[in-house]
């Protein structure tokens, strides 16, 4: 099913296209599904308050939940039956919670500097690392989510500023591979996001100036190979590769903006108000718009016209 008319998610945190089907998961101040891509809403379900980020499944019969006291729930598809994740130690949000490739695991960590693996059955922690005086403030993977890539940001210690953000890739299992270290000119970097074949990295951090820089890396070097400042408006950080790897996307003040992905040359932007995330789908085709206010969905040809 094509979509006729932009559709009007209302509030959007975060929007997700279940793989292989029209429908789309959105994260709002419940759990809404959506058909249609976003025309007829199917239902909704609210395994707690404040969600704060979700993730799907790749076969798309289940979605990961988590808030912002670092709780999680599995919410079935199309059902929407709760269940929820025993976790025991969670103490805080920390950053987003992801799902494994082979689909057993979610991924996590907190305010407290802990990067967790917890059975998606049980909530048994099965790995666990914790890095004194830092907090884990992002996580992402790549398209196959053999390769993550988070960051970490140490803490101030006494009167002394924190030291740099620390941009880290690794292969999955976590048990079987160290952190890499992505090295760069970065004081605070709010995301960081692998390519869909991990090749490259794009690092969103903040400027002196007060200004927010997009930077492309080679994950193998960190050598930059385009950076684009823009004034940052948005009400949350939010980064996307399409799946081609062509187009990278970003929210910005008062719109979602596209550049193509090696040089940074913006090849369109989409007004909005309050945008807090940007989701390609699948297939390449549709874009998902969030916002505190009226998200939407677009076919990505529209916003680059």
């Known amino acids: 099913m094509r979509p006729s008319r932009h559709p009007r998610l209302g509030t959007s945190f975060e929007i997700r296209f279940v793989p292989s089907t029209d429908l789309v998961l959105v994260l709002g101040g419940a759990v809404y599904l959506w058909s249609g891509y976003g025309h007829t809403k199917v239902g909704k379900v609210r395994p707690f308050s404040h969600p704060s980020s979700i993730d799907l499944l790749q076969d798309g019969k289940q979605a990961v939940v988590k808030n912002t006291a670092g709780k999680l729930a599995i919410v079935n598809l199309p059902s929407l039956e709760v269940r929820h994740l025993p976790t025991l130690g969670a103490t805080s949000e920390g950053c987003q919670a992801l799902i494994s490739p082979c689909g057993q695991f979610v991924v996590d960590g907190s ?88 090749t490259h990295l794009a690092v969103l951090h903040q400027l002196a100036t007060g200004e927010v820089a997009l930077d492309v890396v080679e994950a193998e070097t960190s050598r930059i190979l385009a950076t684009s400042n823009f004034e940052y408006g948005g009400t949350n950080h939010s980064l996307a590769w399409s799946p081609d790897g062509r187009i990278l996307a970003t929210v910005q ?5 596209f550049f193509e992905s090696r040089s940074l040359s913006l090849l369109g932007a989409y007004e909005i108000e309050h945008p807090c995330w940007v989701e390609f789908s699948p297939n390449g085709e549709y874009v998902a718009l969030g916002s505190w206010d009226k998200g939407t969905i677009k076919r990505v040809a529209e916003v680059l016209g």
């Open 111 to 198: 305010w407290d500097g802990e990067l967790v693996v917890r059975s998606l059955v049980t909530g048994v922690s099965e790995f666990r690392e914790h890095h004194e005086n830092a907090m884990m403030v992002w996580l992402s993977c790549d398209h196959t989510r053999d390769t993550f890539v988070y960051v970490r940001q140490p803490k101030a210690v006494g009167e002394q500023a924190p030291r740099p953000s620390e941009v880290i890739v690794r292969r999955w299992p976590f048990s079987s591979n160290e952190e890499t270290m992505v090295r760069g000119p970065w004081g605070n970097v709010h995301a960081a996001s692998p390519s869909p074949e991990a």
């Open 253 to 257: 003040r008062g719109r979602a903006a």
